[in-house]
């Protein structure tokens, strides 16, 4: 898939997300409850500033010194039996993953989930040998049978779609003739992917966190899927972005601690799982253990004012909180990483050409800032984008074109101006709850109106309680 | 397992180096981090109270935790296996259950129910015992009271499977298991890794039935993992 997953314009895929009312109405309840149990847990917690302080610590020390604990990691996880490929691009980590394939004779290959394989397009690399690839993460699965429909969040990745239409998918892809509970959805896919896992010949996972000490890959999941695809197969391969490592198991129960809290609002998943290759024959987990390592444009953002960002993750905290997001929905910024988290590195990633609108998806109001757990200064990062888009790209004239032609008009037509403004109050009215009520607005409102009630004006326009308030006679 | 590899490291690390302007370091010390809040949650508690953390976080995951002691554990064993639908049972290879006062329960069972044990030398038939069982069960190495979370190491004759591939799975827990969180665990796999060559290829920490969110957020209780949890503790073990 690679990270960028459409060619849509900017504007346009803003355009179907803001149009797009059931996509909309899900993300504005999802923000709201996976913010809502981060927030009790955390406050629970009672120190929840000092777990912070204490996980940017730990992520800033290990990136200072990412190369000694990469080579710590490498070493003990070969020394153990198991092999290690370092890519830097993702044509290098492909052809390393479609060697292993070749030399297993792998047919049939399960998946768990994992962004940094979305990232290199690992999937179309294996079915370009002839393999099947079946991703076995239930969110996955579903956008998978949907012909290939991207992810639209790093946590839950078919938050998109409602239970009717994946009921619908089931129905045309495999045969499903149950309901739209997600009870039976997901009993399902357990019968359905259950012989996957028993047939493959390959498992591959990504890799939340490896810890250098022991040569050890750690998986954070909920579904058992991740379990089942590296105790079945006889071969397993991890893929995991060169950030995504600990010096030892004590900071690693810091940041799972964290990830979990923050990702889905749970003290941790119901499986945390720590892999390490060994000689040992046993009756079940892999023969063949492999790592791959990807850089793909990371070590560009090392030692750069960007630094910060390789502090993420990916429990998407940031994403929950964004109100910008809860509007546009993920498709719209384009990446497989959206959010505000998204619009920091994928420009990183992969440069501005394509990217370029993502740093102003943003109003600035610093709520993922406050809502990382290891203190990203997100809005910070996305201001110097915008810094480095006018100063250095000269790319910044295309966005501010573009708010300011919608601006001038307006304001540089001041009767036009004036004679709307008054006009407001009334016609606003017929729109708010209580009257029409929700769902009936026209136009621009109506997009309001469909997930909301929109509130009922004072009658007055603010020019003319500004005027009266200055004079001491408006109402407050 | 064959020889390790490593492959593709210098020009790598290379450029990592490069970005960060300075040479490889020959020896990182950890640094005494600056605070440690982790080590402050249920530290002044005792095995009676973190038992009662347990157990009340326990109903937070779908998970139903029975209280009794070694001398009792093979009636309330029995009692939750009828209650999870009965057999066939595959036990993990632990000679902890005996200890653990299910003797009874041990191949040849007097029980009718069918019963297999885990064995690392027949790792197909011991999976497709699994992949049929209706209940697994194996005994908790540490046991995470703030989480209500089980932890087992891949030591031998304990398989991966038993605890994954069953609908159901019992998990036996002597209180002397229960720790406060993960950090404790976690200190004592550092022990692990420093001792050398002896780290367990698998480590879960299992909090409950597996579940998902991933349909309009609404939680399933049961996916790939088992669907029901139960956790014996045993008082006086």
Redesign the interface.
């Known amino acids: 898939m690679g990270i960028k997953i459409s060619n849509d314009a900017f504007f346009e895929r803003v355009d179907d997300g803001i149009h797009n009312t059931f996509m909309r109405k899900?993300v504005a309840?999802?923000q709201d409850?996976?913010e809502g149990r981060k927030t009790v847990l955390t406050e629970e917690?009672g120190?929840w500033e000092?777990?912070r302080?204490?996980s940017e610590?730990?992520r800033q020390?290990t990136l200072?010194?990412?190369?000694?604990?990469?080579?710590q990691f490498?070493?003990n996880?070969?020394?153990?039996?198991?092999?290690?490929?370092?890519?830097?691009t993702p044509a290098?980590a492909n052809a390393?993953i479609q060697q292993v394939a070749r030399d297993k004779e792998a047919k049939k290959i399960v998946k768990a989930k994992s962004m940094v394989s979305e990232e290199i397009g690992m999937n179309e690399a294996l079915e370009e040998l002839g393999c099947t690839v079946t991703e076995?993460?239930?969110?996955e699965w579903?956008l998978q049978l949907d012909d290939h429909d991207p992810p639209s969040h790093i946590v839950?990745?078919?938050?998109h779609k409602?239970?009717e239409q994946?009921q619908q998918t089931f129905t045309d892809k495999r045969g499903y003739t149950e309901s739209s509970e997600?009870?039976q959805?997901?009993?399902f896919?357990?019968e359905q992917?259950?012989d996957e896992f028993?047939d493959a010949d390959i498992g591959i996972t990504g890799c939340n966190f490896a810890v250098a000490?022991?040569?050890?890959i750690s998986l954070v999941t909920?579904?058992?899927?991740a379990?089942?695809a590296?105790?079945?197969p006889k071969t397993t391969i991890a893929v995991m972005g060169?950030e995504r490592i600990v010096?030892?198991?004590?900071e690693?129960?810091?940041l799972?601690?964290m990830l979990c809290r923050s990702a889905?609002g749970?003290?941790?998943?119901?499986?945390?799982?720590?892999?390490?290759?060994?000689?040992?024959?046993?009756?079940?987990?892999p023969?063949?253990?492999h790592v791959v390592?990807i850089?793909n444009g990371r070590?560009?953002i090392?030692?750069t004012k960007y630094q910060s960002a390789l502090q993420c993750i990916r429990c998407a905290a940031c994403i929950n909180v964004c109100p910008v997001y809860r509007h546009v929905g993920g498709h719209s910024y384009g990446s497989i990483y959206p959010g505000p988290i998204g619009a920091v590195l994928t420009p990183l990633l992969e440069g501005y050409d394509d990217h370029k609108e993502l740093p102003y998806a943003s109003s600035l109001c610093a709520a993922c800032t406050d809502a990382c757990p290891v203190r990203i200064p997100l809005h910070e990062l996305l201001i110097e984008h915008r810094k480095d888009i006018v100063e250095k790209e000269k790319l910044g004239s295309t966005v501010e074109n573009i708010i300011m032609k919608g601006f001038g008009f307006g304001a540089g037509h001041s009767m036009l101006y004036r004679m709307g403004g008054k006009q407001v109050p009334f016609v606003m009215d017929q729109f708010a709850e209580g009257k029409n009520g929700r769902g009936s607005g026209p136009g621009p409102v109506k997009m309001w109106t469909e997930i909301r009630n929109l509130p009922k004006s004072r009658g007055e326009s603010f020019r003319k309680w500004f005027k009266n308030r200055e004079k001491g006679g408006g109402s407050s | 397992?064959?020889?390790?590899?490593?492959?593709?490291?210098d020009?790598?690390?290379d450029?990592?180096?490069k970005?960060?302007?300075r040479e490889?370091?020959e020896r990182?010390e950890?640094?005494a981090?600056?605070?440690?809040?982790?080590k402050?949650v249920l530290a002044e508690e005792d095995q009676e109270s973190l038992l009662q953390v347990l157990i009340s976080?326990s109903a937070n995951?779908h998970t139903e935790v029975l209280t009794t002691t070694s001398g009792e554990a093979a009636d309330v064993f029995s009692h939750a296996v009828d209650e999870l639908g009965g057999g066939p049972v595959m036990f993990s290879r632990d000679e902890r259950f005996e200890e653990c006062g299910l003797s009874t329960w041990m191949p040849p069972s007097s029980s009718k129910t069918e019963v297999h044990v885990?064995?690392?030398?027949?790792?197909e038939g011991?999976?497709q015992k699994a992949?049929t069982a209706n209940i697994g069960v194996s005994v908790a190495d540490m046991t995470?009271a703030?989480?209500?979370?089980i932890v087992l190491l891949?030591n031998?004759g304990r398989?991966?499977?038993v605890s994954?591939l069953p609908e159901n799975y019992i998990a036996i827990v002597p209180k002397s298991s229960l720790v406060p969180?993960?950090?404790q665990?976690?200190?004592r796999?550092?022990a692990?890794?420093?001792a050398g060559?002896t780290?367990?290829?698998?480590?879960?920490?299992?909090?409950?039935?597996?579940?998902?969110?991933?349909?309009?957020?609404?939680l399933?209780v049961?996916?790939?993992?088992?669907v029901r949890v139960f956790y014996i503790v045993l008082g006086d073990m």
Not at chain 1, 156 to 159: C, K
Not at chain 1, 222 to 225: A, D, Q, S, V
Not at chain 2, 205 to 216: H, K, M, R, T, Y
Request: aromatic letters at 8%; a negative charge; proline letters at 5%.
């Open positions: 899900a309840e999802a409850r996976l917690m120190d000092e777990w302080l204490l610590e730990i020390h200072d010194n990412l190369d000694y604990y990469l080579k490498a070493e996880v070969a020394a153990r039996g198991g092999h290690v490929h370092f890519a830097s290098e390393y076995s993460d239930l969110g579903i839950v990745p078919a938050l409602n239970k994946i997600p009870e959805l997901a009993r896919a357990r992917l259950r028993f000490e022991s040569g050890s909920n579904e058992g899927n379990r089942l590296t105790t079945v060169m010096p030892t198991w004590e690693l129960d810091v799972v601690t889905v749970q003290k941790l998943t119901s499986y945390v799982t720590g892999l390490t290759p060994t000689r040992e024959a046993e009756g079940d987990g023969e063949d253990f390592i850089d070590s560009n090392l030692g | 397992m064959t020889e390790g590899s490593i492959s593709g490291q020009a790598f690390l450029s990592i180096t970005r960060l302007g490889t370091p990182v950890r640094p981090w600056s605070r440690s809040p982790q402050q976080h995951i885990w064995n690392d030398k027949d790792g011991s999976m992949r995470l703030d989480s209500g979370t891949r031998e398989g991966r499977a994954l969180r993960m950090t665990a976690a200190r796999l550092r692990f890794s420093e060559d780290f367990p290829s698998c480590v879960n920490f299992i909090s409950g039935p597996s579940n998902s969110a991933d349909i309009e957020l609404r399933v049961g996916v790939h993992g088992p």
